[in-house]
């Protein structure tokens, strides 16, 4: 891993922790263009849809809780974790009544979880991208905590949905949400703000590389011409 890589990761953490956390995270979705809104919500549909009545799930980067509050609708117990206080502060008192649906402050690739704990594990809206942490560590420490035969689901962002993508993070920045785009560093999936934000994504292939370094043949599917979700079900690892 390479030291320029290295330095990103370790700023992509401290940007979601120290700067885009809590009520600017979720303005940061309160400004999304129409079309990114069908995207949030068809992810979350195609999520819900993998989940079980009896799931108890574990969700990586809950932020304020947007994504994890529809799970718990539908799962019998959710929790969401993140590295960010004032997120995971948020995402309680957004808690819904009558629904289990716990918050954590914890790092996704250090989980204070028993191995085999949860149903399904889920890393959702380019989380695998945008947490800025080594994607190997990351698939690794959630396949730990995944059950035999439970379910690991990532997503990250269709390449055709560049266009609508690339929109929202103009209208975050015309909101002070993050720095201006930096439009000659940005493309080929990557974006680039003027104040060090990068996120790129996974396609299709770079997600099948990936897992095949656990010896996991993945299934690969697109979803509202947006999202690509990777979905791995946990053989028993002797």
């Given at each position: 891993m390479g030291t320029d890589f290295k330095v990103i990761m370790v700023f992509m953490t401290g940007y979601y922790t120290e700067k885009l956390s809590g009520r600017r995270l979720q303005r940061c979705?309160?400004?999304?263009?129409?079309?990114?809104?069908?995207?949030l919500e068809a992810e979350i549909l195609h999520a819900v849809s993998r989940l079980h009545p009896t799931d108890t799930v574990l969700e990586l980067g809950c932020g304020y809780g947007r994504i994890a509050r529809r799970l718990a609708h539908v799962a019998q117990h959710v929790i969401g974790v993140d590295t960010a206080s004032e997120s995971i502060a948020l995402a309680q008192q957004l808690r819904e009544p009558g629904y289990h649906c716990d918050y954590l402050l914890m790092d996704a690739l250090a989980l204070a979880f028993t191995a085999n704990a949860f149903d399904?594990?889920?890393?959702?809206?380019?989380?695998?991208?945008?947490?800025?942490?080594?994607?190997?560590?990351?698939?690794?420490?959630?396949?730990?905590?995944?059950r035999d035969g439970g379910t690991l689901l990532c997503s990250?962002?269709?390449?055709?949905?560049?266009?609508?993508?690339?929109?929202?993070?103009?209208?975050?920045?015309?909101?002070?949400?993050?720095?201006?785009?930096?439009?000659?560093?940005?493309?080929?999936?990557?974006?680039?703000?003027?104040?060090?934000?990068?996120?790129?994504?996974?396609?299709?292939?770079?997600?099948?590389?990936?897992?095949?370094?656990?010896?996991?043949?993945?299934?690969?599917?697109?979803?509202?011409?947006?999202?690509?979700f990777c979905e791995i079900v946990r053989p028993s690892f002797k």
């Open positions: 979705y309160e400004v999304a263009p129409p079309r990114v809104q069908q995207y399904a594990v889920l890393c959702l809206q380019n989380g695998i991208c945008a947490f800025g942490i080594d994607q190997e560590s990351l698939l690794r420490e959630a396949l730990r905590v995944t990250t962002y269709a390449d055709r949905f560049w266009d609508h993508r690339l929109a929202w993070f103009e209208a975050q920045a015309a909101a002070e949400m993050v720095g201006g785009i930096d439009y000659a560093a940005s493309g080929n999936g990557v974006i680039v703000c003027q104040d060090g934000f990068r996120a790129g994504r996974l396609t299709p292939q770079e997600c099948r590389s990936l897992c095949s370094r656990f010896g996991l043949d993945p299934k690969i599917t697109e979803v509202d011409e947006s999202s690509v």
